[in-house]
């Protein structure tokens, strides 16, 4: 491996916590080990969540005292930042980040490499990222079904995009214990409630699932739409449902499932769900992004239409209806993830990208 020194500022739009930001230390451990010096530059804070677990990887994070639609602002004080600590290489993550960035590395001359995420693009921001993709020198997909998005919505030639599936399955991660007979089926999801999330589709499924099976279902997650789902669920008569708030633990969390749920309109890769399926659990999900991939008919899961409740109900259903059957399903997606998104291929994949990186250059301009 070279040994060219290189500082990559990794450029984020804020340090909320979630799915997006879970894998972020794994990615930073990567580099890191490869030799380069990485620090995260933040935007925005919002809730601060995913900051805990970066520091706790021994990254410095700097963060933004400002909002998310001052982008000019933003773009002052990032310019600032970044010619202050001088980085190499910048590394940018969700559009708004990326679109600042690519200004700053172009003003700057620091080559930019850019994570694409999001399965789901505003139309505006799919034209703004169009515009500007070839100021980003390497494009990175976080899945399979985001890398064909990216190369169809922006217009990225193949030598600038690649695939890096931002799951790393961990095969120590913790599992959960299989269902006994006389318990009630636990049916858990992570996610914030908001629309794209598909809560509300799965409120209707529930209204229509028929089983003699006592059952659960309990949302991990926050959001401006608790109220609303609430009230629709009291509306239909739902009473299997409780929403828990945000998973600090979201390990211990799946611990405590027996079946996954993902009602999603739209995903990319959807940690969420693979680290369900890594926790041993069988998932229901929308065929969406990568999910139609993972799930094994069947096998390890039913995948749905997205905003289909009918579907969902029959899919819970079914699984409802054969608990015994539920650990066995579980420990075949476990199987599957981990034969996927081992550490050694994810770890492999983000050096390749390093080296690629080194062979960019910089013109470090800092006046």
Sequence with gaps: MSSAPIRIAYVINS????????????????????????????????????????????????????????????????????????????????TRATLLGQIVGLRRGWPVVSWQHAAFLKLANRILLRAMQRLSRLWVGDSAAVTALTAQRLHVPPDRLILWSI??????????????????????SLGRLHRVKGYDVLIEALALVETRTRYEVVIAGDGAERAALSARAQALGVTALRFAGYAADPAAFLADCHVYVQPSRSEGLCVAAHEAMQAGLPVVASAVGELPGSIVEGETGFTVPPGDPVALANALSRLLADPPRLAAMGQAGRARVLATFGPERFAATGRAILERMRAFGSRGRAS
């Design 15 to 94: 340090v909320e916590g979630g799915g997006a930001a879970s894998p972020v230390p794994a990615v930073l451990g990567v580099l890191r080990d490869g030799g380069a010096e990485v620090v995260v530059f933040a935007l925005t804070a919002r809730d601060r969540r995913g900051e805990t677990a970066i520091r706790a990887a021994g990254f410095d994070v700097h963060v933004r005292d400002g909002g998310e639609t001052d982008h000019a602002a933003a773009l002052r004080w990032l310019d600032a930042s970044l010619r202050h600590w001088a980085p190499t290489h910048l590394w940018t993550s969700l």
């Design 167 to 188: 799951f790393r399955a961990d095969p120590a991660a913790r599992q959960a214990l299989p269902w006994r007979e006389g318990q009630t089926v636990r049916i858990g």
